[in-house]
């Protein structure tokens, strides 16, 4: 049979494999160097210009094709610097020799134990259960573009990577972090090709795909409209204020929740398992054997069922762990709590954690220990992100619901964290007027108070003057008549801007506007020993009550289950005192 020469490494390859040869990426189905080719004898391949043909010495050569080699290195070495050339032929191949292995010892530990195939995937039942939305498209072979939105550690990239091994697609990954345009628009290319030469699939991970403006964003419109390319992008903040209508229109949101605490254990516990049925040091119990582990950097050899949900063989694969001992007289229950505890549902920072313990001295007391791991770890707060929202709005309803230790609570984790005082200064003088409103007139002028307090004192003493005005707005009665008039009067003027004042309210400074009826027949009300009444309002709003009075509950609600919740969570099983007067 003829063979054809590849396009990609100019091998020959047989006509029938040439497809099987491109997706291994050209790696198998070379033919023999004795077959036929399809290319004419007459047919010689054009010499180069020798601009483009130097000449190498065997040194340079080796070191070219040395992957492991920097590029700098590799390059031809002119022939008129002998000393040039000497330095580099003076490099041997077995400087790099243990390049690979120091690349792995190098990984972190969460790197090194990322699952395998689904069955090893920890947590967020909602989208990898066998009844699950996500596992239905899996079945048909199809997952389309897809965004997955939540917390850092929750598993969105090794999902992702899942997800690709499981329908058998080329897989591309890319960091909006350290990515543009034009690496965006590489991979577009290739997936063209690729699906045009092999009628494969692509599949672009774009990590933090948030940080992509939205001129970038648009880049992805046609080739996921067209279905040349699927992507799945990972993201922490919010898809609706980060990402684009038209983006969002095309892919599926997929929500990951923040693991468990049963789900960080579980990810320790296999962890340990694996690191040490692998390590060959490890702690072993008496009257057992050490498990065989396979050779460093070997993998065992899965095909795409083993990916299935329905082996879980490979889920106790054993990883590589060159170093020192085992420590596992370290891992007391009391360590592992404590590792769930400050990890808060993040998977990698629980596996960077208990890689500290594993590399911790045996006989380290354990109080150092844990005092070590809670130094390491940081506090979660994002002072632009999701949680910046979410506090300030717990502190808000707080107050608002006159839980005073709650809303302590939220102002001691807001300014703990590091957000800026003025923030929560600002948002208690807006709810000193929302939700105090007319029921005390001194919170206003004490928001105002505390937030000059905070521009002229400044952390950490200011945080006394944010706690006193949220003491007394919590504290305070509360009134929201004046929001609810403007609210309702708001919605009244956009009904028509163009409807005209009437002709009482009007100014009349000059003669003119007089004799053109301005402020006519306006009754002055301090002249009267009496109340007078004078039509303010438009004649189409002439009788409405934007601004309710004292004690109209026309519009409120009576919610009995609720009012006997309240009864007996805050008011100590006591009946309320206004169901008398309701």
């Not at 880049?219 to 040349?228: H, N």
């Not at 929560?424 to 505390?450: F, N, Q, T, W």
Request: charged letters at 25%; aromatic letters at 6%.
């Amino acid at each position: 049979m003829l063979s054809v020469s590849c396009p990609i490494c100019l091998q020959p390859v047989l006509e029938e494999n040439i497809n099987k040869h491109l997706d291994s990426g050209c790696s198998i189905h070379v033919a023999p160097q004795g077959e036929p080719s399809s290319r004419p004898k007459n047919t010689a391949l054009k010499k180069l210009a020798p601009i483009f043909s130097q000449t190498r010495d065997k040194h340079t050569s080796t070191l070219a094709d040395d992957p492991l080699v920097p590029s700098s290195m590799s390059q031809d070495t002119p022939t008129t610097s002998k000393k040039r050339k000497f330095q580099v032929s003076s490099l041997s191949s077995k400087r790099f020799k243990d390049t690979p292995s120091n690349f792995k010892s190098s990984v972190p530990l969460a790197e090194r134990l990322r699952p395998k195939c689904l069955d090893e995937f920890f947590g967020q039942k909602h989208l990898t259960g066998p009844e699950s939305f996500l596992m239905s498209m899996l079945d048909s072979g199809i997952i389309g573009s897809l965004i997955l939105w939540g917390p850092p550690g929750c598993g969105k990239t090794t999902l992702a990577r899942l997800l690709a091994r499981h329908v058998d697609c080329n897989f591309r990954e890319l960091s909006a972090t350290s990515s543009g345009t034009n690496d965006v628009r590489a991979v577009l290319e290739e997936a063209k090709a690729t699906l045009s030469l092999t009628g494969r699939k692509t599949i672009l991970f774009l990590d933090e795909v948030h940080r992509f403006n939205k001129a970038q964003q648009d880049v992805f419109l046609p080739c996921i409209e067209q279905g040349q390319i699927q992507m799945i992008g990972a993201t922490t903040e919010n898809p609706s204020f980060r990402l684009t209508g038209a983006l969002l229109s095309r892919c599926r949101v997929l929500v990951l929740e923040r693991l468990t605490d049963d789900d960080i254990r579980g990810i320790i516990s296999s962890a340990v398992e694996r690191v040490s049925a692998s390590s060959p040091r490890d702690c072993e119990q008496p009257g057992t054997e050490r498990a065989a582990s396979p050779p460093v950097g070997t993998e065992p050899v899965t095909s795409q069922n083993s990916l299935s949900r329905s082996q879980s063989q490979s889920s106790q694969a054993p990883i590589s762990c060159d170093g020192p001992p085992l420590p596992c007289a370290q891992l007391t229950e009391r360590v592992i709590s404590s590792i769930v505890s400050l990890s808060m549902g993040d998977a990698r920072t629980a596996l960077s954690l208990l890689e500290l313990v594993l590399a911790s001295k045996p006989d380290r007391d354990e109080h150092v220990l844990l005092a070590s791991l809670r130094r390491s770890v940081s506090a979660s707060y994002d002072r632009v992100g999701e949680s910046h929202y979410d506090m300030i709005s717990a502190l808000h309803k707080s107050i608002r619901g006159s839980q005073g230790s709650a809303a302590m609570y939220w102002l001691a984790r807001m300014l703990t964290g590091g957000e800026d005082p003025l923030y929560i200064a600002r948002r208690l003088v807006v709810c000193a007027s929302e939700d105090i409103g007319l029921a005390d007139a001194h919170a206003l002028p004490l928001a105002m108070a505390a937030l000059q307090a905070c521009q002229v004192i400044g952390m950490p003493e200011c945080r006394i003057n944010l706690a006193h005005c949220v003491g007394y707005l919590s504290e305070a009665p509360k009134c929201t008549r004046a929001y609810e008039a403007y609210n309702r009067a708001e919605v009244a003027a956009k009904l028509d801007p163009t409807m005209p004042v009437p002709m009482v309210a009007r100014n009349a400074p000059t003669a003119l506007m007089e004799e053109l009826g301005y402020a006519e027949g306006y009754n002055y009300n301090p002249s009267f020993r009496h109340p007078v009444h004078n039509d303010f309002l438009p004649i189409t709003f002439r009788g409405d009550k934007f601004l309710k009075e004292v004690g109209d509950l026309s519009d409120k609600v009576w919610d009995e289950q609720e009012l006997l919740r309240w009864e007996q969570e805050e008011n100590g099983g006591r009946l309320w005192k206004g169901r008398s007067s309701a």
